[in-house]
């Protein structure tokens, strides 16, 4: 069986350029299907009628920025089997279809109608189909191709980093970088020229250059001096087309700074200078200042200066202000005219950096002379020193020589010179100078343990002119003398113990002595014979310490509460001094630890310390009770003796009541009689007595008031048999506050009348029953007219016993 093999047919189409127009046609190659021995095999009709076609295409081209008034046109499409009958339709889609690129549909040609620019879009990717115009059906396989921008030269280079600042130093050699300068073109660099740039300089030329083809700028001359011209201001243009005539072109602005180097030394604007200088300026004082001109800046610029020599080295030191890069003379030590009256001096200002490549052009320094006069000040007084030391004893009698200062006028008057002491340093006057010859004298008596060193301040003032006066600062220290007895340190508090054991220390005692003796301090104790106790035996520990120990014997509190005790303490001095001091020793009964638990009879320690003071506490306690109740007892009896008048101006006007007591209604006051309002209800009867009262007081006592009586009594009745009746206003005006009540009058005002009397024992428990608020006003009238007198008295009773216990207690001590 012969295996047939079938090759598929290929259309192969080939572009051809039309002549003049750059249009591109399309033939079809027909590839017959062979066997695969290579023969042609011997198809009948049918088999030769099927083929396939398939499209090829290369890029058509079109030129950006074109300026015409028709479409430009671009290319043709073309298929074999389009017979030229208009059967066959084609068909354009994809980038820039129908908007920028049109197609005929039965020719096949494509324009463009719109202006392309490549730096827009480079290419455009379309696909062309071909239909049968009655079935729309492809007559051949869709097909995709590209139609390339072609570029021209219509961008000009930029300088996208422009304007550019650099920085080269001066003197720099020739050919040293100073910047590169980078322009753009956007046209296409892979066609023709269009983006080829070439560098060159407009301005800045000689000092500068630019490499055409890298864009390197250089320096060009070698002596750039900043201090001549400290910057410059380059113009570099890039062209394209190899810089050849017709080419766009762009420039930037580079301006190029130059940086210092230490290429110029400092020197002095004169050779010589002279300066003033008062005698009487102090030390450290700057007196003059001088400058030396460097044209370099910042550190290039720095000096440092220094005297050389000449005769006033000693005297004036220079230093740089690193500000101003001055030189500042100061004054070391202090000017006389009189001495010397002028000074000169040599000095040199250097640079502190040096650059070494510059060192052949000379030395980086300069000298200048300085001149300094003296002038001649009228002067204070001098003192031959200072601060002066001197010394006296404080036994020294009053107008005992302890010293003398001397001062001196320095100027060439000698004016003589009158001495004194500064009062603020000489309080208390204790020394005193003579005005002529400055010898210092006590004029009080001295105690070294008060003062010890006297600081007084000696003023010394020219006669002929009292404004100018010197000062100086006498120590005067008082020596020691023995005039001070020791005595005990502190003051001890010192027990025994009544089982104490024969030999046992007590207390260890030590001394003190405001004095100071050279060789020190050392003290003797001793018992004073006048007072030798049988129970206490003092012994010298020989170091400024003395113990007391117990004798044989034992010690009970009953027999001796307190034990006085006289120590003797000596000092060691000629002539010795000394003193008895009284050591009060308690007996008391002490825990097996021995610490103390009571030092008498029912009473502790501490209680036995303080019993004085808390007998003096609860007296001034009592004392003051007493008077406070005298004082409020007093305020109450006057209060209840000043009558309750009714001041003839507190009178009714319009509607408005006026009265000194708690009474009637608010209500119209206008239709009742108030005079009866203006009265208290002084009555203490018992509430049928108040009845009766409210009855008889009630009459009218004017002619107008008799209408409103049987009215008012009516509706009373009636209130008072309905209990459940409402509190009309009506019914609560009275003609006084609280009568006709069974709880009778609650008001405040009647206590004082009755403070002595029985009603301040009144029960008030009745109210209690009326409600809440009854109830508080019981619970507030039937406790506070007694609360006050009863606390005092409470109180007053308390301070009494206390005292009484206490006044007992120190009887039995």
Same mark, same amino acid.
């Given at each position: 069986?012969?295996?047939?093999?079938?090759?598929?047919?290929?259309?192969?189409?080939?572009?051809?350029?039309?002549?003049?127009?750059?249009?591109?046609?399309?033939?079809?190659?027909?590839?017959?299907?062979?066997r695969?021995?290579?023969?042609?095999?011997?198809?009948?009709?049918?088999?030769?009628s099927?083929?396939?076609?398939?499209?090829?295409?290369?890029?058509?081209?079109?030129?950006?920025?074109?300026?015409?008034?028709?479409?430009?046109?671009?290319?043709k499409?073309?298929?074999?089997?389009?017979?030229?009958?208009?059967?066959?339709?084609?068909?354009?889609?994809?980038?820039?279809?129908?908007?920028?690129?049109?197609?005929?549909?039965?020719?096949?040609?494509?324009? +463009?109608?719109?202006r @392309? =620019?490549r !730096?827009?879009?480079?290419y455009?990717? *379309?696909?062309? $189909? &071909?239909?049968n115009?009655?079935?729309?059906?492809?007559?051949?396989?869709?097909?995709?191709?590209?139609?390339?921008?072609?570029?021209?030269?219509?961008?000009?280079?930029?300088?996208?980093?422009?304007?550019?600042?650099a920085?080269?130093?001066?003197?720099?050699?020739?050919?040293?970088?100073?910047?590169?300068?980078?322009?753009?073109?956007?046209?296409?660099?892979?066609?023709?020229?269009?983006?080829?740039?070439?560098?060159s300089?407009?301005?800045?030329?000689?000092?500068?250059?630019?490499?055409?083809?890298?864009?390197?700028?250089?320096? +060009?001359?070698?002596d @750039? =001096?900043? !201090?001549?011209?400290?910057?410059?201001? *380059?113009?570099? $243009? &890039?062209?394209?087309?190899?810089?050849?005539?017709?080419?766009?072109?762009?420039?930037?602005?580079?301006t190029?700074?130059?940086?210092?180097?230490?290429?110029?030394?400092?020197?002095?604007p004169?050779?010589?200078?002279q300066?003033?200088?008062?005698?009487?300026?102090?030390?450290?004082?700057?007196?003059?200042?001088?400058?030396?001109?460097?044209?370099?800046?910042?550190?290039?610029?720095?000096?440092?200066?220094?005297?050389?020599?000449?005769?006033?080295?000693?005297?004036?030191?220079?230093?740089?202000?690193?500000?101003?890069?001055?030189?500042?003379?100061?004054?070391?030590?202090?000017?006389?005219?009189?001495?010397?009256?002028?000074?000169?001096?040599r000095?040199?200002?250097?640079?502190?950096?040096?650059?070494?490549?510059f060192?052949?052009?000379?030395?980086?320094?300069?000298?200048?002379?300085?001149?300094?006069?003296?002038?001649?000040?009228?002067?204070?007084?001098?003192?031959?020193?200072?601060?002066?030391?001197m010394?006296?004893?404080?036994?020294?009698?009053?107008?005992?020589e302890?010293?003398?200062?001397?001062?001196?006028?320095?100027?060439a008057?000698?004016?003589?010179?009158?001495?004194?002491?500064?009062?603020?340093?000489?309080?208390?006057?204790?020394?005193?100078?003579?005005?002529?010859?400055?010898?210092?004298?006590?004029?009080?008596?001295l105690?070294?343990?008060?003062?010890?060193?006297?600081?007084?301040?000696?003023?010394?003032?020219?006669?002929?002119?009292?404004?100018?006066t010197?000062?100086?600062?006498?120590?005067?220290?008082?020596?020691?003398?023995?005039?001070?007895?020791?005595?005990?340190?502190?003051?001890?508090?010192?027990?025994?113990?009544?089982?104490?054991?024969?030999?046992?220390?007590?207390?260890?005692?030590?001394?003190?002595?405001?004095?100071?003796?050279?060789?020190?301090?050392?003290f003797?104790f001793?018992l004073?014979?006048?007072?030798?106790?049988?129970?206490?035996?003092?012994?010298d520990?020989?170091?400024?310490?003395?113990?007391?120990?117990?004798?044989?014997?034992?010690?009970?509190?009953?027999?001796?509460?307190?034990?006085?005790l006289?120590?003797?303490?000596?000092?060691?001095?000629?002539?010795?001094?000394?003193?008895?001091?009284?050591?009060?020793?308690?007996?008391?009964t002490?825990?097996?630890?021995?610490?103390?638990?009571?030092?008498?009879?029912?009473?502790?320690l501490?209680?036995?310390?303080?019993l004085?003071?808390?007998?003096?506490?609860?007296?001034?306690?009592?004392?003051?009770?007493?008077?406070?109740?005298?004082?409020?007892?007093?305020?109450?009896?006057?209060?209840?003796?000043?009558?309750?008048t009714?001041?003839?101006?507190?009178?009714?006007?319009?509607?408005?009541v006026?009265?000194?007591?708690?009474?009637?209604?608010?209500e119209?006051?206008?239709?009742f009689?108030?005079?009866?309002?203006?009265?208290?209800?002084?009555?203490?009867?018992?509430?049928?007595?108040?009845?009766?009262?409210?009855?008889?007081?009630?009459?009218?006592?004017?002619?107008?008031?008799?209408?409103?009586?049987?009215?008012?009594?009516?509706?009373?009745?009636?209130?008072?048999?309905?209990?459940?009746?409402?509190?009309?206003?009506?019914?609560?005006?009275?003609?006084?506050?609280?009568?006709?009540?069974?709880?009778?009058?609650?008001?405040?005002?009647?206590?004082?009348?009755?403070?002595?009397?029985?009603?301040?024992?009144?029960?008030?428990?009745?109210?209690?029953?009326?409600?809440?608020?009854?109830?508080?006003?019981?619970?507030?009238?039937?406790?506070?007219?007694?609360?006050?007198?009863?606390h005092?008295?409470?109180?007053l009773?308390d301070?009494?016993?206390?005292?009484?216990?206490?006044?007992?207690?120190?009887?039995?001590?």
């Amino acid at each position: 069986m012969d295996l047939l093999w079938f090759l598929s047919a290929l259309s192969v189409f080939t572009l051809q350029e039309r002549a003049g127009t750059g249009a591109m046609t399309l033939k079809s190659v027909l590839l017959r299907q062979l066997r695969p021995g290579g023969g042609a095999s011997a198809c009948s009709p049918a088999q030769h009628s099927r083929r396939r076609r398939s499209w090829v295409w290369n890029q058509f081209f079109v030129l950006e920025e074109f300026t015409g008034n028709d479409p430009l046109y671009v290319g043709k499409l073309h298929s074999d089997v389009d017979k030229g009958d208009g059967q066959v339709r084609y068909v354009l889609t994809g980038e820039g279809a129908a908007s920028i690129f049109s197609i005929d549909e039965s020719t096949g040609d494509i324009h +463009a109608t719109r202006r @392309l =620019d490549r !730096e827009q879009q480079a290419y455009y990717t *379309l696909r062309a $189909q &071909a239909r049968n115009r009655d079935t729309n059906r492809l007559v051949e396989p869709e097909s995709q191709f590209i139609i390339k921008v072609q570029d021209v030269n219509d961008n000009e280079p930029k300088f996208l980093d422009g304007p550019y600042t650099a920085r080269v130093a001066e003197r720099s050699p020739v050919g040293t970088s100073v910047v590169t300068v980078v322009a753009t073109d956007a046209d296409d660099p892979t066609y023709g020229n269009s983006a080829r740039l070439m560098y060159s300089i407009l301005q800045g030329q000689p000092y500068f250059s630019v490499e055409p083809k890298t864009g390197v700028v250089r320096t +060009a001359l070698p002596d @750039l =001096d900043r !201090e001549v011209r400290d910057s410059h201001l *380059l113009v570099v $243009q &890039a062209k394209d087309m190899i810089g050849q005539i017709g080419g766009l072109s762009g420039s930037t602005s580079v301006t190029v700074i130059l940086t210092d180097v230490n290429d110029n030394p400092p020197h002095f604007p004169r050779r010589s200078y002279q300066f003033s200088v008062r005698e009487s300026e102090l030390v450290s004082t700057v007196v003059a200042k001088i400058r030396a001109v460097d044209p370099d800046e910042g550190p290039n610029a720095e000096l440092d200066y220094r005297i050389l020599d000449g005769d006033g080295l000693g005297i004036f030191s220079i230093t740089t202000d690193s500000h101003t890069q001055e030189g500042l003379i100061t004054l070391h030590k202090n000017l006389d005219f009189e001495t010397k009256s002028s000074y000169m001096l040599r000095v040199e200002a250097s640079n502190l950096y040096v650059d070494a490549r510059f060192l052949s052009s000379g030395p980086f320094s300069d000298v200048a002379t300085v001149r300094l006069l003296v002038q001649n000040v009228d002067e204070p007084p001098v003192f031959h020193s200072s601060v002066s030391w001197m010394m006296v004893s404080e036994a020294a009698a009053v107008g005992t020589e302890v010293g003398s200062v001397l001062a001196r006028d320095p100027d060439a008057t000698n004016s003589p010179i009158r001495y004194s002491i500064d009062r603020q340093s000489n309080l208390e006057r204790y020394f005193h100078i003579d005005s002529g010859t400055g010898v210092i004298t006590t004029a009080q008596p001295l105690d070294r343990e008060t003062v010890a060193v006297h600081n007084i301040t000696v003023v010394a003032t020219e006669r002929l002119d009292p404004s100018l006066t010197g000062k100086a600062v006498v120590l005067i220290s008082v020596t020691d003398v023995n005039d001070n007895p020791p005595s005990l340190a502190i003051d001890y508090d010192t027990f025994v113990c009544e089982n104490s054991e024969p030999g046992q220390i007590v207390q260890t005692l030590s001394a003190v002595d405001r004095d100071e003796p050279e060789e020190g301090q050392h003290f003797l104790f001793s018992l004073s014979e006048a007072g030798q106790n049988l129970s206490f035996t003092l012994r010298d520990n020989k170091d400024n310490t003395a113990s007391i120990l117990t004798r044989p014997g034992g010690f009970l509190q009953r027999d001796q509460l307190l034990h006085l005790l006289p120590v003797v303490i000596s000092d060691s001095s000629r002539p010795p001094l000394s003193s008895t001091n009284t050591l009060s020793i308690t007996v008391c009964t002490c825990d097996a630890a021995g610490e103390p638990r009571s030092c008498r009879q029912g009473a502790p320690l501490l209680l036995l310390v303080s019993l004085q003071s808390a007998v003096t506490a609860a007296v001034l306690t009592c004392i003051l009770t007493l008077l406070g109740v005298v004082v409020v007892t007093a305020a109450i009896r006057r209060r209840r003796r000043d009558p309750l008048t009714v001041v003839a101006e507190r009178c009714v006007q319009e509607n408005i009541v006026c009265y000194d007591d708690e009474g009637g209604g608010e209500e119209d006051t206008e239709a009742f009689d108030m005079l009866a309002l203006r009265h208290l209800n002084t009555t203490g009867q018992s509430h049928q007595t108040q009845a009766r009262t409210l009855t008889s007081t009630s009459e009218p006592t004017s002619e107008g008031n008799w209408l409103f009586l049987p009215f008012i009594r009516e509706r009373l009745q009636q209130a008072d048999l309905d209990s459940a009746a409402p509190p009309f206003d009506s019914l609560q005006t009275y003609a006084f506050e609280g009568s006709g009540s069974s709880a009778a009058s609650l008001s405040s005002l009647n206590s004082l009348d009755s403070f002595n009397s029985q009603e301040c024992q009144q029960n008030y428990d009745l109210l209690k029953e009326w409600g809440p608020r009854f109830r508080k006003l019981a619970d507030l009238y039937g406790h506070r007219q007694t609360s006050l007198l009863k606390h005092v008295f409470l109180s007053l009773h308390d301070c009494c016993h206390h005292f009484h216990s206490e006044s007992k207690n120190f009887m039995n001590i």
